[in-house]
């Protein structure tokens, strides 16, 4: 189904602005691949703006164009545009935010037909446009707001340390390397993928609070994939430098807090039937997820027929596990064929937390074996 973007005039009302914090900047592409950890945050992306014969406006970049309603004349060519995205199949159909609009017109929605899933309808709450130009100096903000512009070249960015997105500024990881963290600076941040956090007078952690904050300067070749951009880094391009001149290391970024992670796939499926003795369990989620928060937090165990309670514990069926933090995947493999013709339990209990530190709520999976 065909998921369509518009970017609104919107008066900044309170019933209108749930979500506090500063505005992030960010990109068409990135907002069409990862609605649901865009939804509600106040944005800034840049398009060219266009006026059609049918008086329809739009913005677009090389990753399509969007659909924009505006109170006022839009700039000519490319622009800047602020407001809040919204996922409108995360609303439910009698929201407030909502009152005021059109459904038809504004949305695209059909009032007497089924209400919008979520990714289907995302919009684009804008408050504003100036003019913008691409710029010819690389920085981050820059490489987020005008990917375009760097792909595939050789850059150098400077941007404070946030870990393996310690401060949940980003979506997910490429998956590029063990080794991957954010760089971040203003109100945007990327990724930056080959390469360790450590020099001759420092080594940085990826998963330590403590560490963020720190400055670094960093060359490679800029990529991108799945509304991601990152650096590919050079070897031994990494080193300690400076907060720039015009940025104010004393004054604070705060970031929306994302929604927290959830469980949004798994194999088996709950409540599957006649699954082989032999398999291995899957379990993909919504977010980022601090590997090693799964230590002792997973348990398997058996069930018999007529209840919910485990009999038998779960250290009988012993296992070894990986998490893929690129698909962020967490594999369960069993050291041993799964007994025949039982239901299997497994259990993520409370302590398993996202990469920002918000708790996955607990999640149980059982399925039954089969007789082969």
């Known amino acids: 189904m065909t998921r369509h973007v518009l970017v609104l005039t919107f008066a900044l009302a309170a019933a209108a602005s749930a979500q ?12 069409l691949s990862h609605p649901a950890f865009y939804h509600l945050r106040p944005i800034v992306i840049t398009g060219t703006v266009t006026l059609q014969d049918n008086g329809d406006m739009r913005v677009g ?28 199949g995360r609303f439910n159909a009698d929201d407030p935010r909502l009152v005021g609009y059109d459904l ?31 710029p010819s100096v690389p920085s981050v903000r820059n490489v987020v707001l005008f990917p ?40 945007a941040a990327m990724w930056v993928t080959n390469i360790r956090p450590r020099g001759r007078d420092f080594e940085l952690s990826l998963d330590a609070r ?5 400055w670094l300067e960093v060359s490679g070749t800029l990529e991108q ?36 992670p ?40 058996y069930v018999d027929g007529d209840t919910a309670e485990p ?22 493999r069993f050291t041993a064929p799964l007994p025949r013709l039982r239901t299997v339990r497994i259990e993520l209990v409370d302590g398993v937390m996202g990469a920002d530190g918000q708790s996955l709520k607990p999640w149980i999976l059982t399925f039954e074996t089969g007789g082969s």
Not at 104 to 133: H, Q, Y
Not at 238 to 258: G, S
Not at 279 to 287: A, K, P
């Open 104 to 134: 038809r017109n504004t949305f695209r929605i059909d009032p007497d037909g089924a209400w919008p899933r979520p990714g289907e309808i995302l919009a684009i709450v804008a408050s504003g446009m100036t003019v913008t130009s691409p």
């Open 311 to 332: 009999r038998e514990p779960a250290a009988q069926a012993e296992f070894s596990t990986q998490y893929l933090p690129g698909t962020r995947v967490l594999q369960i």
């Open 61 to 88: 970049d090389d990753s399509g164009s969007v659909r924009v309603a505006f109170k006022g004349t839009p700039p000519d060519g490319p622009a800047e545009v602020r407001g809040e995205f919204w996922d409108i």
């Open 262 to 301: 959830e469980v949004v796939f798994s194999t088996p499926t709950d409540g599957e039937t006649d699954v082989l003795t032999g398999t291995s369990v899957r379990i993909q989620f919504s977010r980022d997820i601090s590997p090693t928060t799964f230590r002792g937090n997973i348990r398997v165990s």
């Open 148 to 187: 375009a512009r760097f792909l595939d070249q050789k850059i150098t960015i400077t941007g404070q340390f946030a870990g393996r997105n310690l401060l949940g500024d980003l979506p997910e990881a490429p998956g590029q390397s063990r080794y991957d963290f954010v760089l971040r600076s203003a109100d």
């Open 20 to 31: 506090p914090g500063v505005r992030r900047a960010t990109n068409l592409s990135a907002l």
């Open 210 to 214: 403590i560490d963020t904050g720190r």
């Open 225 to 260: 994939g799945r509304g991601l951009q990152w650096l590919n880094a050079d070897a031994n391009s990494l080193k300690l430098t400076q907060a720039p001149r015009d940025v104010t290391e004393d004054a604070p970024i705060r970031v929306p807090a994302a929604p927290p």
